[in-house]
């Protein structure tokens, strides 16, 4: 049904010409037809329908399969095609055409009956079925808007379902919006529609490498692109399992095989470099949701959205965030040198896709403390700092050289690093658990070594989506080593917090622009 009511709204819009992409056969195939019939010689013709069968060539011939389409105005076209797209039972591919006649009045005066040949066929066809490998889209998750420029994706492999298809669009919009900005290759990691991180293309230190377990992949300096992934994606490792990836770039070898060995949903790119994606095609037992996305593609400035059978309409947020952004610096300390614009502006363009309220703590060229989704603002500004106390203390000593059994998997380590650092609910260096572990027992890190080694961090850059209310997150963004700060002001409390960034020597820029997301 959901074919037959695409047409029906498309015809009720006016429009003339709809090419159907869905799941089917004969029955969707005759549903849409009907759809159409039922405005007329005016309503909207059908160009060609793209169909997901399991069926293969021989088949399609076998069984006579009908295509029920509206022949194409002659004055207009010589000729339309009905594509089949295939996944043939023995696993073979192909594209191969199949003459069909046009068998006009077979149901009645505006719809033809297509039925395909085995054969020369007519010699003089008005129609063509191709089999072809093309991609298809989910039908139970994405509906094509025919009103619309032609949709912007191709699913490469998988079947990503809706969360996935909400998280691919919101990342690649981030992505997008930071290569424009800053020039460098971008990714970010998502998970349930807000990013777990997002970073551009910069070297990583030997010990960030040994702190993202990215130390053993070979040509990581050569490719931007797979910085960028190992920066991302080794931020919040606990929160990024199960991720979503976005690249602003087309995948890379490089890039790939990092993504091969990580725990994700699927990616969203504008395009695979041939054995980067037959690399990740063999995630998942081959089910890896893998799209490809038009970087070209520029969405209607009307956003739509329905909440209980409710739909709300508003401009798409196409505000754009730059150095320019953040001129109006308000403290004593007026110096924002360029690391600090630029990781300002990661930090805003991450929030501008994060679930409100939400903070943002970013350095060296990558957001490391996201606070996504809180009511209070400090509940926000303490979750992300925490983030990012924890992305620094991965690269103590301590951490890096803990003694982890050769067998124990990537996600494991990430959960046993968690436990060591916060001290949550299992006590990894005590008898008994350690031995699960390690080949020998770690010595404690220490709240007061954590603390002494936080004390040397610095120049973090601090993003807000709204403005502080209270003084007190400027005292908790200072704990992890905050020293630039955006927000857009406007607090009948502005001065508290200016005053308390006077005291720590901080530099904060009044954006004047709120950045909710929901």
């Not at 799941?23 to 195939?29: E, F, R, S, T």
């Not at 003089?124 to 490998?133: D, G, H, I, R, S």
């Not at 490089?254 to 063999?282: C, F, H, N, Q």
């Not at 956003?303 to 059978?309: A, I, L």
């Amino acid at each position: 049904r959901t074919v037959e009511r695409a047409v029906k709204s498309g015809g009720k819009l006016g429009v003339d010409l709809m090419t159907i992409h869905s799941v089917g056969g004969k029955a969707m195939i005759r549903a849409a037809a009907d759809a159409a019939a039922e405005f007329g010689a005016n309503g909207p013709k059908i160009l060609a329908v793209t169909v997901l069968t399991s069926l293969d060539q021989a088949d399609l011939v076998d069984r006579n399969l009908y295509a029920f389409l509206q022949p194409c105005n002659e004055a207009a076209s010589n000729r339309c095609e009905a594509t089949f797209i295939t996944e043939t039972k023995n696993g073979t591919k192909g594209t191969t055409g199949i003459p069909i006649w046009n068998q006009k009045g077979s149901t009645d005066d505006t719809t033809g009956g297509l039925k395909l040949l085995d054969g020369p066929g007519n010699p003089q066809p008005k129609f063509k079925v191709v089999l072809c490998t093309e991609p298809t889209y989910d039908p139970s998750k994405v509906v094509e808007d025919f009103v619309s420029q032609q949709f912007p994706i191709k699913i490469l492999n998988g079947r990503p379902g809706y969360i996935n298809f909400l998280d691919a669009f919101n990342a690649w919009q981030l992505v997008k919006e930071l290569k424009e900005i800053l020039g460098l290759p971008a990714v970010t990691s998502f998970k349930h529609v807000s990013p777990t991180s997002a970073a551009v293309g910069i070297p990583l230190s030997d010990t960030l490498k040994k702190a993202c377990f990215v130390d053993d992949i070979e040509g990581l300096d050569d490719s931007p692109l797979a910085c960028a992934y190992a920066r991302a994606r080794g931020t919040d490792r606990m929160c990024s399992f199960g991720d979503w990836v976005a690249l602003s770039d087309v995948c890379d070898v490089t890039t790939a095989k990092m993504i091969k060995r990580e725990v994700s949903d699927g990616i969203i790119a504008p395009g695979y470099e041939p054995e980067a994606l037959e690399i990740l095609k063999t995630k998942r037992k081959g089910n890896y949701n893998i799209v490809k996305i038009d970087p070209d593609y520029i969405p209607d400035p009307q956003e739509r959205k329905q909440v209980f059978g409710i739909t709300f309409e508003q401009g798409r947020n196409n505000f754009e965030i730059n150095r320019a952004l953040l001129a109006n610096v308000v403290t004593d300390n007026k110096t924002l040198p360029d690391s600090a614009v630029r990781d300002l502006i990661i930090a805003l363009i991450t929030l501008k896709y994060t679930q409100s309220n939400s903070v943002c703590y970013a350095v060296d060229g990558q957001a490391i403390g996201v606070g996504a989704g809180q009511q209070s603002r400090i509940h926000c500004t303490r979750l992300a700092g925490t983030k990012a106390d924890t992305w620094f203390l991965r690269q103590a000593d301590k951490v890096i050289n803990l003694p982890f059994k050769p067998e124990l998997g990537r996600p494991d380590r990430d959960n046993v690093i968690d436990g060591y650092i916060n001290q949550n609910e299992e006590d990894v260096c005590a008898e008994g658990i350690w031995q699960k572990y390690f080949t020998s027992r770690p010595e404690p890190f220490t709240r007061e070594e954590q603390r002494a080694y936080l004390a040397t961090k610095q120049d973090v850059a601090l993003g807000s989506d709204a403005f502080f209310p209270f003084s007190d997150n400027i005292e908790r963004a200072y704990r992890s080593g905050v020293k630039y700060v955006a927000e857009p002001g406007g607090s009948i409390r502005d001065d508290a917090v200016i005053d308390c960034c006077n005291k720590y020597g901080m530099a904060m820029a009044f954006t004047g622009m709120r950045l909710f997301h929901h």
